[in-house]
């Protein structure tokens, strides 16, 4: 329903930044937030941020302070800009669209932090 498409990843060394961004297309206003997961091998898909309709956003702990989510409504765009990062932060990192009973999700972009 709705078609979402990531952006912006790629290799950075550690301590430096990247800004992710996730464009939406399809049935756009029955979308009411958006945000960013990331997952790596072996491991759960984890939740990094969202921004709703009102405007509010969450971040997981671990990217608090580091990260921000921020969102273009005139472009259905939702980015991620993230700052000193850690090789921890490697993952392919999704962006979602959250509706009043389904998700979106993106195919997913690559974020490769190098010691």
């Known amino acids: 329903q709705v078609r979402l498409v990531e952006s912006g990843g790629g290799l950075v060394q550690a301590g430096g930044s990247l800004r992710l961004s996730c464009a939406a297309s399809?049935?756009?206003?029955?979308?009411?937030?958006m945000g960013w997961y990331r997952q790596v091998p072996g491991k759960e898909r984890e939740f990094v941020a969202t921004?709703?309709?009102?405007?509010?956003?969450n971040y997981a702990d671990s990217v608090k302070g580091r990260f921000a989510i921020s969102r273009d409504n005139a472009e259905n765009t939702v980015f991620l800009q993230m700052n000193s990062l850690k090789p921890e932060d490697t993952a392919v990192y999704y962006c979602?669209?959250?509706?009043?009973?389904?998700?979106?999700w993106g195919q997913g972009t690559q974020v490769t932090v190098s010691s």
């Open positions: 979602n669209a959250v509706h009043r009973y389904t998700t979106d």
């Open positions: 921004f709703t309709n009102d405007g509010k956003t």
């Open positions: 399809g049935s756009i206003f029955s979308i009411n937030a």
